[in-house]
């Protein structure tokens, strides 16, 4: 008799059955949510490390492209004249940048002349912003010159301006940069030292900027100002 009430208590009872299901649904839940918290924090550290490094290495190769700018001259005819006007190739705007470089992402600094494009478009599916680049072999002053609308005067400061036929994304564009939340180029003026720097939106014609500032927007927001080279002011 005795063995048997022994047999008996060792056994478990439903409620403790069901306490302990209890708890291990509870334990296995707080598990599940823990992985997968920690599984969605290194995919939007892996996501932000490639965003990262996207947009420094766009950096970097817009440095390498700057700092190969080459001094030229575009060779035009403006609308409703027959004579050759000639000016500073260079073309700054807030979205877009063309100019001469000796060195370009195929060829790298030892690349024959390029002309290089620069320009911000809507990202795929209007998702963001891209940078692309086009790269063109530079067949003279002539081929600058078929870029050029025109020119434009502001009375306001009076400086002249190029009109530049727009940058077009083409098949063999490269995309610099990706979905990013803003991009945009601003030119360094030269003066006095003792004045502030003033940066332009827009570049007018006649000489090069001391600097370019870009500034992109993603998950990372860099601003870097490139200086051109010295040799390029008296």
Not at 162 to 168: E, I, T
Not at 196 to 203: A, K, Q, T, V, Y
Request: with cysteine; charged share 20%; aromatic share 8%.
């Amino acid at each position: 008799m005795k063995k048997h009430q022994s047999a008996r208590r060792r056994g478990v009872t439903l409620l403790e059955l069901l306490v302990a299901m209890t708890l291990f649904s509870l334990l296995s839940g707080a598990l599940f949510w823990s992985l997968r918290l920690g599984l969605s924090t290194l995919s939007k550290t892996r996501d932000f490390t490639v965003s990262a490094r996207r947009t420094w290495g766009a950096q970097r190769a817009l440095e390498s492209m700057l700092a190969g700018l080459t001094p030229t001259s575009a060779e035009f005819t403006l609308p409703g004249t027959t004579g050759l006007d000639y000016a500073p190739f260079f073309q700054g705007e807030g979205r877009a940048m063309r100019f001469l470089t000796a060195h370009s992402l195929s060829g790298g600094a030892r690349s024959s002349p390029r002309l290089v494009e620069l320009a911000v478009i809507p990202g795929e599916n209007q998702q963001g912003l891209r940078l692309i680049v086009n790269e063109f072999p530079y067949l003279g002053p002539a081929s600058l010159g078929v870029l050029v609308m025109g020119r434009t005067n502001d009375p306001l400061t009076s400086s002249t301006f190029l009109d530049f036929r727009p940058v077009q994304a083409g098949p063999n564009s490269f995309v610099l940069a990706d979905k990013l939340t803003e991009c945009q180029f601003l030119y360094l003026d030269r003066g006095p030292a003792i004045t502030p720097d003033l940066w332009r939106s827009r570049w007018p014609t006649g000489y090069l900027p001391r600097a370019v500032r870009i500034e992109m927007g993603g998950q990372r927001r860099v601003t870097a100002s490139i200086h051109v080279s010295q040799l390029l002011h008296p």
